[in-house]
């Protein structure tokens, strides 16, 4: 399965942004897709995830309330959609795909990336 995600940009302090995260290839397997996001000098972090199914979504406490996943099963493409942005979103963000739904939180357990996309919320 490959990943790849885009959208990013630099807007300012309330705007919107939509995130895309493409899913192609061999997608047998696949349980759940996450949105993670690093910023700089800090570690990874779990933003939002979708089952493939698209029945169930989870998000950070961050991200609760402003953000949401959803699922395009014709596009075969997961969306971030981020609302109310703030400077401390400002990050790379990433998809990945995870084969189980219990690990969607955890980075370590997800075995296939897309390249990340930058996010700069300007205050």
């Known amino acids: 399965v490959q990943l790849q995600a885009y959208g990013g940009g630099l807007v300012q302090a309330g705007d919107s942004l939509r995130l895309s995260c493409v899913v192609s290839?061999?997608?047998?397997?696949?349980?759940?897709v996450g949105w993670f996001r690093q910023a700089p000098r800090n570690q990874r972090k779990f933003v939002a995830g979708i089952s493939w199914s698209g029945v169930l979504t989870t998000y950070s406490d961050s991200a609760e309330g402003r953000f949401t996943i959803s699922r395009d099963n014709a596009k075969n493409t997961v969306y971030l959609q981020m609302n109310s942005l703030k400077p401390e979103d400002t990050a790379v963000y990433s998809c990945a795909a995870v084969t189980d739904w219990r690990w969607v939180k955890v980075s370590s357990k997800y075995n296939a990336w897309g390249q990340g996309t930058q996010v700069t919320v300007s205050s």
């Open positions: 290839g061999s997608t047998f397997g696949v349980d759940a």
